[in-house]
């Protein structure tokens, strides 16, 4: 365990540090810090600590980032969505925060986002990277430190984080009512009390038009006879979420949710494109089926107009392309202002999820958290990764307890599923 005999070596070289410049002991406040103090002088040697390379490899649609440090220690972070052809923005990123303390997050954070105002850093690939390189800091900074995330977050309101199980029945395949009604009592079966279903689909044989997304009657008898199978399959008691990925407008919109009001929907999800949060409002006006959205909104200024108007109910920001975990305690401190529930979007790997799940336990607002059926049925996602424990119980993630985040990537099992011709931790 390198990275455990690394940490005694930190640790050790701290004691000597405190002697030779007699330090006295610091005191706290907070029994989660006490394991912490008691084992580091925070002001001798957490400032030797430094890094020194930045690496990352590429699976599906995540990049995973790797950063070292000169006491051997390293911390792992994962992008999504927006991060395909980032490989030199990592390095680029890397480059410049070698050789500084990555116990200082939010300051390299910040130091990378204000250096690319003219980059691209308001969103998309430069921020899904830098969600990355933000998560990695964190783990490495818990690791050092022997604490978990959630503590250098400031604690925690709850030990265990509720999820709800995307079903992936994806339309393309168009499953029938009875499909959905299977699906939803095959969660439900497995333990999850809440379940989400898509609802676009682009080649619905009601559809007149594949550009112009205005729903015909057809489509909408369409849906609702899904929805309307899974919620007769499941019950009252069980939540369901239906996503239309931003795929309609405005009149869909309106439609759909007023039409899906007697089925009790937790929320509908993303009706119409991210851009525009006025519309959103129109829509959410028009129901009382709670709208959500935020999964394709970057850092908090992203959700400042969403909240400030009103216009959504619920906010879902992806803490894997939105900025990273401090930045979505901040959007969820954010939205806590405005009595608005915090549930993640997460379509990552297990990585994704046990960080996301720190920052879940760590804000007054949290609601619920995505969990995807894939972690159950391809075993790509067990050989990616590092974890001792059960991933998910009755709907349930135990927030780890270990240093950092509690999951650490494995190189070796990721390479069967590299992107070819990407370097690989190089």
């Known amino acids: 365990m390198e990275n455990q005999s690394s940490r005694r070596s930190f640790f050790k070289k701290a004691a000597i540090a405190a002697a030779m410049t007699n330090i006295a002991p610091i005191t706290t406040f907070g029994q989660g810090y006490q394991t912490a103090i008691d084992k580091t002088p925070k002001m001798s040697s957490p400032s030797d600590l430094k890094i020194t390379d930045v690496k990352c490899g590429y699976v599906k649609g995540s990049v995973f980032v790797k950063i070292y440090s000169n006491q051997g220690i390293w911390g792992c972070g994962e992008g999504v969505d927006a991060i395909p052809g980032t490989y030199h923005l990592v390095k680029n990123f890397g480059n410049r925060i070698k050789g500084k303390n990555p116990l ?28 990355a390189i933000e998560t990695a800091l964190w783990d490495l900074a818990g690791k050092a430190l022997n604490l978990p995330v959630y503590q250098l977050l400031g604690g925690k309101f709850r030990d265990k984080v509720r999820v709800y199980c995307d079903t992936a029945l994806y339309q393309r395949n168009l499953p029938t009512p009875k499909d959905f009604a299977e699906a939803a009592l095959k969660s439900k079966n497995m333990g999850f009390n809440a379940i989400k279903f898509d609802l676009d689909q682009a080649n619905d044989p009601g559809k007149y038009d594949l550009y112009n997304w205005t729903a015909s009657p057809k489509e909408l008898r369409r849906m609702y006879d899904q929805i309307a199978a899974a919620r007769e ?3 009252p008691d069980i939540d369901i979420c239906v996503d239309m990925h931003g795929r309609y407008d ?4 309106q439609a ?19 851009e525009n949060p006025e519309v959103y409002k129109t829509i959410s006006d028009s129901t009382t089926t709670p709208i959500c959205a935020g999964e394709n909104h970057y850092l908090a200024h992203g959700f400042r ?17 939105a900025g990273g975990l401090g930045e979505g305690q901040r959007i969820a401190n954010l939205s806590n202002l405005y009595y608005v529930p915090f549930a993640p979007h997460m ?10 799940a720190h920052v879940c336990a760590s804000v007054p607002n949290f609601l619920i958290l ?4 894939y972690f159950h049925t391809d075993p790509m996602f067990k050989d990616i990764v590092k974890y001792e424990g059960e991933w998910v119980s009755n709907s349930f993630i135990t927030v780890s307890e270990k240093p950092g985040i509690g999951v650490d990537i494995n190189e070796e099992g990721m390479k069967k599923y590299a992107i070819p011709n990407v370097p690989f931790f190089e």
Do not use: C
Request: proline share 6%; aromatic share 8%.
């Open 104 to 131: 200082n997050v939010h300051r390299l954070f910040e130091d990378i986002r204000r250096g690319g105002f003219f980059q691209g850093a308001q969103s998309g690939m430069y921020v899904a990277v830098l969600s």
């Open 370 to 373: 995505e969990w995807q059926s």
């Open 305 to 321: 107009r969403l909240l400030e108007i009103g216009a959504v109910d619920i906010i879902m920001p992806d803490l894997q392309k």
């Open 233 to 235: 399959a499941v019950g």
């Open 256 to 274: 759909v949710a007023k039409m899906l009001e007697p089925l009790k929907l937790m929320w509908l999800e993303e009706p119409i494109p991210a």
């Open 347 to 356: 379509v990552a790997s297990f990585l994704g999820a046990m960080a996301s």
């Open 250 to 253: 405005a009149p869909t919109g």
